[in-house]
C-alpha cells in the first residue's frame, strides 16, 4: 500500500508543476515553410519591429520608447492591409520586454506575428 501511495504523490506533484507551465504561453509559433523560404506577394505591408532595448524599439526603421509603442503601432497596422508584423530582438534584451511586445502588436491588431532571428 506504501509504494502506491508514493507514487500518487509523485504523480500529484509532477501534475501541480507541469499545469501552470502548459497553460501559460499564449504564443502560436507556425514552422516555416520546407523550402526554407516562401515567395511574398508582390505588394506586402508589414511593420517591422527591432527591439534594440528594455526601453527603447525601432518601428519601421524610426526610434520609439517602450512606452508609446502602443501609440505608434495603432495607425500603422489601421492603414495596413496585411496586418503583419516582423519582430527581431536584440541579444541583450530581457525576454519578459521580448514578450510584452509581442502582447502589444497583438493588442494593437496585429493579424500575424513573424519574429525572425539573425
Known amino acids: 500500500m506504501v509504494p502506491l501511495i508514493d507514487v500518487s504523490l509523485v504523480l500529484v506533484v ?8 502548459a497553460l501559460q504561453s499564449g504564443i502560436a509559433v507556425s514552422k516555416a515553410a520546407s523550402s526554407g523560404r516562401r515567395s511574398l506577394p508582390a505588394h506586402t505591408e508589414r511593420v517591422e519591429i527591432a527591439i534594440v532595448g528594455a526601453d527603447s524599439v525601432l518601428v519601421n526603421r524610426t526610434w520609439v520608447s517602450r512606452a508609446s509603442l502602443g501609440a505608434t503601432l495603432q495607425p500603422l497596422l489601421a492603414a495596413s492591409a496585411t496586418r503583419e ?4 530582438c536584440a541579444d541583450q534584451v530581457p525576454h519578459g520586454t521580448f514578450v ?3 502582447d502589444e502588436a497583438k493588442a494593437q491588431g496585429a493579424s500575424q506575428i513573424a519574429v525572425v532571428g539573425r
Not at 14 to 21: C, D, F, S, Y
Not at 85 to 88: A, E, I, L, P
Open 14 to 21: 509532477i501534475l501541480l508543476v507541469a499545469t501552470p507551465m
Open 100 to 102: 510584452a511586445v509581442l
Open 85 to 88: 508584423v516582423v519582430v527581431r
